[in-house]
């Protein structure tokens, strides 16, 4: 996915690049949030994307990093970690990448997985697609119209959406963030935004994100609807979406992270911690409250997903309470 000059301002040009190289992760365009940190060398191509919680370094995903140096940049950055006092803590870690940090000592357990459609075949006629072809019919009919847009013709609508949605989930709900993706700032060019109205008014949008590597395509990311809107709106501006995607030729459509879901022993590897499991199993169980984990599987199980990909939180010195903390503070949870 090449971009015009115009989009590569510096420092980080470096890093798009780097992502378009090596990434692997679907999420891996997160790593252009506001905030986060990188690490790299110059003798090494790529990085290292993480955020810093007090003596905590919240690692997104693994090295996105030429295969043939991703084992000493990710040694190269524990040991700087190291240095300064702090560990690491690996998220979003895709297989590949949990395998990597277990061998160099950390404790890595799975804690969700994500999810994508094969676009190619996609159809949503037949007799499973029932019920979100009715959902989506029922929006339509409510006069509910969908386009692509400029988010910065719409800024003020969809500010407005996000306050009300905000608002509706609690006082004491706060923006998730660094696992998820943002609107705005210097590479919103290369996402894309679709807004849905009804009678000219802004009710719902969803933003998708490049993803790179071995199933590209993009990543169902941001959505966001008013509390009244009309039920299946989500569904019909995920599936002009797909349309567009489709007539594109666009290969894979990703669902993002779901932590506490689709969780296997098989997926487990031998430096699994048996606390951890039983803790993540425990959450999954019992902790809608703290993550709403089994409305959002819900949500992307309807466009029943080809791939399913486990995904995998990393360790340094082992699970710990503090440790558990500084994610839960990274990811705005708390």
């Known amino acids: 996915m090449q971009m015009p000059d115009s989009l590569r301002p510096e420092p980080r ?8 190289r090596h ?6 365009f997160l790593a252009l ?21 007090g003596r905590r370094w919240i690692q997104l995903g693994g090295p996105f990093a030429d295969p043939a140096c991703r084992e000493e940049l990710e040694s190269r950055f524990l040991a700087h970690a190291h240095e300064h006092g702090c560990k690491v803590i690996g998220a979003q870690l895709q297989r590949a990448d949990a395998e990597l940090l277990a ?24 007799k499973r697609f029932v019920r979100l072809r009715n959902k989506i019919s029922r929006a339509v009919r409510s006069g509910l119209e969908i ?8 800024a003020d609508e969809i500010n407005s959406i ?28 290369l996402r894309k935004l679709y807004v849905g109205k009804i009678e000219g008014t802004a009710i719902a949008y969803v933003s998708y994100v490049p ?14 609807r008013l509390p009244d809107s009309p039920p299946g709106v989500m569904e019909a501006i995920n599936a002009r979406a797909i349309e567009d995607m489709r007539a594109l030729e666009i290969p894979w459509l990703h669902f ?59 360790f340094d010195g082992g699970m710990s309470f503090r440790s558990l903390w500084s994610v839960a503070k990274a990811t705005n949870i708390i």
């Open 13 to 20: 040009a470096s890093i798009v690049a780097a992502l378009e």
């Open 23 to 28: 990434a692997d992760n679907p999420s891996a």
């Open 33 to 53: 949030n506001r905030g986060n940190k990188y690490f790299s060398c110059d003798d090494l191509d790529g990085f290292v994307c993480y955020q810093v919680q």
């Open 103 to 126: 061998a160099l000592g950390l404790t890595v357990n799975q804690v969700g997985a994500s999810y994508a459609v094969r676009l190619a075949d996609f159809t949503l006629r037949g």
């Open 147 to 154: 386009s692509e847009v400029d988010p910065d013709k719409c």
């Open 162 to 189: 996000n306050e009300r949605w905000l608002r509706d989930k609690g006082k004491h709900t706060k923006e998730l963030s660094f696992l998820i993706g943002e609107m705005g700032g210097e590479w919103q060019a």
């Open 211 to 224: 993803v790179y590597g071995s199933r590209p395509g993009w990543l169902h990311d941001l959505s966001r």
């Open 256 to 314: 993002g992270f779901t932590p506490f879901t689709s969780l296997d022993s098989k997926y487990e590897l031998p430096a699994a911690s048996r606390t951890a499991a039983r803790m993540v199993r425990f959450v999954a169980d019992h902790g809608d409250r703290v993550y709403p984990a089994k409305s959002q599987l819900e949500y992307k199980s309807k466009w029943y997903p080809d791939a399913v990909l486990p995904e995998y939180f990393a």
